[in-house]
């Protein structure tokens, strides 16, 4: 019998890294890990519970990014972007960003770079991070315009540094790397490189399905943890069916993608997941989003670990640095002069 030519109804697998949160037992721990690769290997994303966010501060989260992008564009523009990749924080209005150029540069066939260099984004964006970051510095409202913005997103930023560094820990185990091999990756994330991301979408109406709000795109994070609103709208790639399967939101659950950094780092057993955010037929609803980047120091070598190329009998990335590549990236995608 021939293969259905039906499409698949893949849903996104969850795995709970609670154990991994909670200081577990070495072997549930082992038993995490080993969900982790067999579920997240093919496409390189998850869906993840028990990860020791409270509702509450998501629920704050959500709160301030929206009283944020309320704000008139005059006062959002207090804590401006500036033209150019450095620092990569404060606020950009929409049409500042195009990720699918990312996708574009790296396509080999002309009618994907064609498609992927048209696609226009329309959302608007806050970039936090660490306040010990020298070269990523922090572009702050002044604390009148929006009070309590700055100390609660602070707060957030380090709750979720805490769940990231299980998620690693995690990750590390789950490709068996040696424990010099490991304490070299951790050594490289400090979480001061970390980047909270605030995204609101405007309303989309007469929206055609499946139309973009977001372009297909990598990420060049290590990995990144997603957390969405009721609306959903993000996709993932199925690797196996080459279709875009939706990230549906649910309770208690965030969503995990493997970035560009971990791809090489574990000689492409996890690929960096290739995503997007549509919009659903009709009046689509604004939709918020709150993305957390995992990314090294900028001097730091990230490389494919000699224990999975001897696995794999083949390096398949070259040594980068991570400063490098994603000054490269952010002059690719971002919009200046906008
Ligand atoms: O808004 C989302 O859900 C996705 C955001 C995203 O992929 C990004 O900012 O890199
Ligand atoms: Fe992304």
Redesign the pocket.
């Known amino acids: 019998m021939s293969p259905s030519k039906l499409p698949q109804t893949a849903d996104i697998p969850v795995v709970d890294i609670s154990p991994f949160i909670g200081g577990g037992q070495l072997d549930t721990r082992q038993r995490v890990a080993q969900q982790l690769a067999e579920l997240g290997r093919v496409n390189g994303c998850l869906g993840i519970s028990g990860h020791g966010l409270s509702p509450a501060l998501l629920e704050e989260a959500f709160r301030v990014t929206k009283q944020l992008f309320d704000l008139p564009y005059e006062k959002k523009m207090k804590a401006p972007h500036p033209n150019g990749p450095v620092p990569h924080r404060g606020y950009s209005g929409t049409g500042r960003e195009n990720?699918a150029k990312k996708t574009a540069l790296e396509a080999t066939e002309d009618a994907q770079k064609d498609e992927y260099s048209k696609i226009v984004d329309f959302k608007e964006s806050y970039e936090i991070g660490s306040d010990e970051n020298a070269v990523h510095y922090n572009i702050w409202l002044p604390d009148d315009v929006l009070p309590g913005f700055r100390r609660a997103t602070t707060k957030l930023f380090w709750e979720l540094y805490k769940t990231a560094q299980a998620l690693l820990d995690a990750l590390i185990m789950s490709i068996d790397l040696t424990e010099q091999e490991a304490e070299r990756v951790r050594a490289l994330h400090t979480g001061h490189e970390n980047q909270v991301?605030l995204?609101h979408y405007p309303p989309v109406p007469n929206a055609a399905p499946g139309s973009s709000r977001?372009g297909a795109h990598t990420?060049w994070s290590l990995f990144t943890l997603?957390f969405?609103d009721a609306n959903g709208g993000?996709e993932f790639l199925d690797r196996g069916t080459d279709t875009f399967i939706p990230a549906t939101p649910k309770d208690g659950v965030l969503y995990m993608n493997i970035g560009d950094m971990f791809q090489r780092i574990s000689n492409g057993f996890y690929p960096s997941t290739l995503?997007r955010?549509v919009a659903s037929q009709g009046t689509t609803a604004a939709r918020y989003?709150i993305?957390y980047f995992v990314v090294p120091e900028p001097d730091g070598i990230v490389q494919p670990q000699p224990s999975r190329v001897a696995i794999d009998g083949k390096q398949l990335y070259e040594p980068v640095t991570f400063g490098g590549y994603s000054t490269k990236m952010l002059e690719t995608i971002l919009v200046h002069g906008a």
């Open positions: 990720p991301r995204l977001l990420d997603l969405q993000l995503h955010v989003s993305p």
